[in-house]
Nanobody, 125 residues
Framework: QQQLVEAGGGLVQPGGSLRLSCAASGFSFDYYTIGWFRQAPGKERECVSCISSSTESTYYADSVKGRFTISRDNPKNRVYLHMNSLKPEDTAVYYC??????????????????WGQGTQVTVSS
């Protein structure tokens, strides 16, 4: 059974940092693009960052460029999202998702077949 499990969310003050992790199982991880998405109350789910299966390509939303870094460890079937200089507007539920190979529009949620349950990130003083 395909499974993605996020961890690392929590409450952090503005300017702080968090590292999210995504553990994958039940599918051939090496062949999948992994994306981090987030959804705030009343807003659509948006792509934060994605990384291709080979790690050669990455994508970052403009709102997180220079603050977030995505990485993956294929032998461990894990993807990480390092988040620095967090802002209150980063508050959301963060999801990791998997798409086979490199989808045409990898920032679109519909391209992803497998999803985790999400982890809450709250940035507040």
């Amino acid at each position: 059974q395909q499974q993605l499990v996020e961890a690392g969310g929590g409450l952090v003050q503005p300017g702080g940092s968090l590292r999210l992790s995504c553990a994958a199982s039940g599918f051939s991880f090496d062949y999948y693009t992994i994306g981090w998405f987030r959804q705030a109350p009343g807003k659509e789910r948006e792509c934060v960052s994605c990384i291709s299966s080979s790690t050669e390509s990455t994508y970052y939303a403009d709102s997180v460029k220079g603050r977030f870094t995505i990485s993956r460890d294929n032998p461990k079937n894990r993807v990480y999202l390092h988040m620095n200089s967090l802002k209150p507007e980063d508050t959301a539920v963060y999801y990791c998702a998997a798409a086979l190979f490199l989808p045409p529009d990898w920032s679109t949620p519909n391209e992803y077949a497998y999803w985790g349950q999400g982890t809450q990130v709250t940035v507040s003083s």
